[in-house]
């Protein structure tokens, strides 16, 4: 497929993602829209090491080029596996105090 | 021998700077040695300055420095010393001593601060004056005449606790300024015209200039004497005048500063003669100002009040002189008034120092037991203004009076109305205060003793000068040789000889001696038994209210005026100038109010931000070209 | 049109639809739902790609184990049955108009790109061949190059579940 599809479709989940962010006033959902928009970010990784690694496989059969960008979507997602668990305790905690998940209460940063 | 010309000045500047600076930590006495010996060694500068202008003639220009120096006007800060600046020199000079030499005694309850303040501002007094009539141009004349009014508010206002005596300070220097306008818009003139305003230069190009322009020069530069010597209609802040101590009121508003606008017109005689309209404007001026003051006179209370009056008919007297070309008489008048009018301001200061500063003449009387070399003194003053021979005022007067003649009898007719007023008032005022018996109270009588021997030293040498001094101008028919003319001469080069018979001459001299003697009589013979105690009631309220132009500036200058910066002030400063100021201010404000709302506290807000700042930021990036070619295109 | 191509597309709508509902969904769980159907998409991309090992570590970790997170999370407050209050509507337009504008402003880079620049013309992702997405060589690369990372990523977990447990004490 030619490179420029998968860009656009990494382009419209990430917009997605944003537009989400933006939108929704449930933490939860907000966290997960950014959970979207690190997987829009990952396929797209994973296209262009394709796209690298298929130059170079054009060449030769056993190289390697473009396995770079497979690790880093494996650490993007151990990244993402932390930054979850931590960031939903910090949610629990919120609804322990506010008994809301509503972004709006957290206005504590106002003036 | 020229370069003396520089310590004239430069001794009263000392004086006022020790004194001015020093007056909190010198003595009283030392002090008054100070300020009295700077003006003494000025006399004795201007004593020799004087016989070598009288033996070598004038003195060349002396030029300190360049003063202005912009493309091609050069205005140099010079001195010039003729016969004319000579002589004022030594009447400021010499009076200037007495009075400096009379203040010591008069001022001695002051505190030595307030004492200090008082010569030093008399020493710079006396500075300004010297450089009014030393200056070579009329940019330092003009100095000189801007210090003189400074030092007269200064001394005005000098109990400044007072805040009458502020008001009538302030009235001084406003009205002064008014015309100083005059004055500098005359200068202004004249550098554009001539390029330079050094007297010889002037002088020497005036025909050049064209009538309307010699015109406008002579009657604004007249506009400033109108200021400065008191005349209609600037004339009403020298009454009020009197609220400053009796010696400042001899020295600047008698002898000397109001003396200035008839030096600046005998100085630029040569113009005013080329203008007839100015000359005969400067005549009927003076000649409605000398007999509107002098029915003032008549019914005035406070002896400074008559003196004050009698001052402003006099100068009018003078600027009849000047208008109808005699500048010699008007010069000549000077000299004798600044004598007999210091003469009897001290004596009535002496008489409000005996009398512990009562100054209504209702509450005096039969002071000329008590008081007797201030008695003498001061009749002999009475009698020199009145014109009576040989004292001084009647040889100064007839000459002034037989000019007016020459040129119109109805001059003379007023002239010599007015001299029969003089007469009358002033008699009025001495028989009130020295005759008759004693009105006031039973303290006042105890503590009446002569003054100190520094006040009635300056007397008796005032009085003798009073008695002596016309004999330098005796005129031809009575003998003399007028020597004061022949001096003047160099100087006063656009004099106009009247030609009169001798007959006629000899009539008017009589006419006025008579006018003058039978105002004595009737004068002392009215007043000196029972005075008017009561308020004045017709005619004579109206005189004694100074014929109400005092109201009728009021309303129709002052308050107009005050309107109309109440109006600025509450509509333009506070609404429009303060509105603007404030409002930027307020607008700061605002637009930081609104966004502190930014800072909401809410997470989607900022993330908005931020996207919206990505997208901003990435159209930026990738169209550069485009937006810098559509900004060219735009402000190009 | 071959499989391939076709299962390009019909992977990609299925993602933007999924990832649309997500959005829109007033359930909670709903949106996890469709969170999940969106990760199996973009999994499926994976091996059409050919990176088989990314797609199945996708599947386990991101759809097994965050999103069961989430679940648990969402149970736990019964969000379920919250109404969510009626949000500023200019918040809400003006963040999709952001967004709007953000996607609209990159695709046009990449759209006047796509013809000219020499990065982009002529270059394919590889489908279905190449064995770099095969848990062999992704494993030799990640334990000889990177295996730095690798331990440190240890760590990572260990102070986020520290973390965790620290945030969420009852104290």
Redesign the interface.
């Known amino acids: 497929m030619p490179i420029q599809y998968y860009i656009y479709l990494a382009l419209a989940l990430f917009s997605i993602g944003v537009i989400g962010v933006l939108v929704r006033k449930n933490a939860i959902i907000v966290f997960m829209c950014i959970e979207l928009m690190l997987n829009a970010v990952n396929l797209l990784l994973v296209a262009f090491s394709k796209m690298h690694h298929g130059v170079a496989f054009a060449a030769d059969k056993t190289s390697t080029a473009g396995i770079d960008g497979q690790l880093f979507v494996f650490f993007i997602m151990v990244v993402a596996a932390a930054e979850v668990s931590v960031g939903l305790a910090i949610i629990v905690m919120l609804y322990r105090n506010t008994h809301s998940v509503d972004v709006n209460f957290l206005n504590r940063l106002k003036n | 021998m020229s370069k003396l010309v520089y310590l004239i000045p430069l001794f009263p500047l000392i004086g006022f700077l020790i004194n001015g600076l020093g007056r909190k930590s010198l003595s009283k006495s030392a002090i008054g040695v100070i300020g009295s010996g700077a003006i003494l060694a000025s006399f004795v500068t201007s004593l020799v300055l004087f016989f070598e202008v009288k033996n070598h003639g004038a003195i060349p220009v002396q030029q300190l420095f360049t003063f202005i120096d912009v493309q091609t006007l050069k205005i140099a800060f010079a001195f010039q010393v003729d016969q004319l600046s000579s002589l004022f020199l030594l009447i400021i000079t010499g009076i200037g001593f007495l009075i400096h030499l009379y203040s010591t005694a008069y001022m001695h309850e002051e505190e030595p601060q307030h004492f200090g303040r008082y010569f030093a501002y008399l020493n710079l007094f006396v500075f300004s004056m010297l450089l009014l009539v030393l200056g070579a141009n009329y940019v330092i004349m003009f100095i000189g005449w801007e210090g003189v009014g400074l030092c007269s508010y200064l001394l005005i206002g000098y109990w400044f606790k007072n805040d009458n005596y502020n008001y009538a300070a302030k009235k001084a220097f406003v009205m002064n300024r008014i015309g100083d306008l005059g004055f500098l818009l005359a200068v202004f003139w004249l550098i554009v015209r001539l390029g330079t305003v050094n007297y010889a230069d002037v002088f020497a190009a005036a025909n050049h200039l064209s009538s309307f322009d010699i015109t406008a020069i002579t009657i604004l530069l007249f506009v400033g004497a109108m200021g400065k010597s008191a005349q209609i209609p600037l004339y009403t802040w020298l009454p009020d005048a009197m609220a400053g101590p009796t010696p400042v009121s001899a020295l600047i508003h008698a002898a000397t500063m109001v003396t200035a606008g008839i030096y600046m017109i005998a100085r630029s005689n040569v113009l005013y003669s080329m203008s007839h309209v100015t000359m005969n404007l400067v005549a009927i001026i003076g000649l409605v100002t000398a007999l509107f003051a002098a029915t003032i006179a008549i019914k005035q209370n406070d002896i400074k009040k008559v003196l004050a009056y009698s001052t402003v008919s006099q100068l009018g007297y003078m600027f009849l002189g000047l208008g109808v070309g005699a500048y010699t008489g008007s010069v000549f008048h000077v000299m004798t008034h600044a004598f007999f009018k210091a003469l009897l301001f001290l004596g009535a200061g002496s008489v409000i120092h005996a009398m512990h500063h009562e100054q209504d003449i209702r509450n005096m009387g039969g002071l000329k037991k008590k008081l007797p070399i201030t008695h003498i003194t001061f009749l002999i003053g009475c009698i020199a203004i009145s014109g009576i021979p040989p004292f001084s005022g009647f040889f100064s007067k007839d000459e002034i009076l037989a000019a007016a003649y020459a040129h119109s009898p109805i001059y003379w007719g007023v002239g010599v109305a007015t001299a029969g007023l003089t007469a009358f008032y002033m008699f009025r005022l001495y028989a009130t205060t020295f005759l008759g018996t004693f009105r006031g109270t039973h303290d006042q009588e105890h503590h009446l003793h002569e003054s100190p021997s520094a006040m009635t030293i300056p007397l008796i040498v005032l009085a003798a000068l009073s008695v002596l001094g016309g004999l330098i101008g005796v005129p031809e028919i009575l003998g003399g040789h007028h020597e004061l003319h022949h001096f003047l001469s160099p100087v006063l080069t656009t004099e106009q000889h009247h030609e009169i018979e001798h007959g006629t001459e000899f009539m008017l001299m009589g006419i006025s001696v008579a006018l003058a003697a039978i105002a004595i009589a009737v004068a002392i013979l009215r007043y000196s038994k029972k005075p008017e105690m009561a308020d004045a009631t017709g005619f004579g309220k109206v005189l004694a209210n100074k014929w109400y132009v005092d109201e009728l500036y009021d309303a129709i200058v002052v308050k107009p005026l005050n309107a109309m910066a109440v109006f600025f002030k509450n509509i333009i400063e506070k609404s429009g100038i303060d509105g603007v100021v404030n409002g930027v201010g307020k607008f700061v404000s605002y637009g930081s109010r609104q966004m ?1 709302l930014l ?7 900022y ?2 931000m931020m ?2 700042a ?2 901003v930021m ?2 930026i990036w ?1 169209q550069e070209g485009f937006i810098v070619k559509t900004f060219v295109k735009l402000f190009n | 049109m071959d499989t391939t191509q076709i299962l390009f597309w019909f992977l990609s709508g299925l993602a933007l639809v999924s990832a649309l509902m997500v959005l829109l969904s007033k359930n909670p769980i709903h949106s996890i739902l469709w969170l999940i159907l969106v990760f199996f998409a973009i999994s499926g991309h994976y091996v059409l790609l050919n990176a088989q090992f990314l797609a199945i570590v996708n599947l386990i970790v991101y759809a097994g184990a965050i999103m069961v997170l989430f679940l648990f999370v969402v149970m736990l407050m019964n969000l379920s049955k919250e109404k969510e209050d009626q949000k500023n509507v200019w918040m809400k337009l003006s963040g999709i108009i952001a967004g709007g504008c953000f996607l609209i402003s990159t695709c046009n880079v990449i759209f006047n790109a796509q013809s000219t620049s020499k990065e982009l013309v002529g270059k394919v992702a590889l489908l279905k061949e190449g064995n770099i997405g095969l848990i062999g060589p992704l494993g030799k690369a990640l334990f000889s190059d990177y295996v730095v990372p690798f331990e440190i990523s240890s760590v990572l977990f260990l102070s986020a579940m520290v973390g965790a447990v620290v945030i969420g004490k009852k104290d």
């Not at chain 2, 800072?599 to 989607?604: A, C, R």
């Open positions: 502190r800072q909401s506290g809410q997470v989607n807000a993330v908005l996207v919206l990505m997208v990435l159209l990738l």
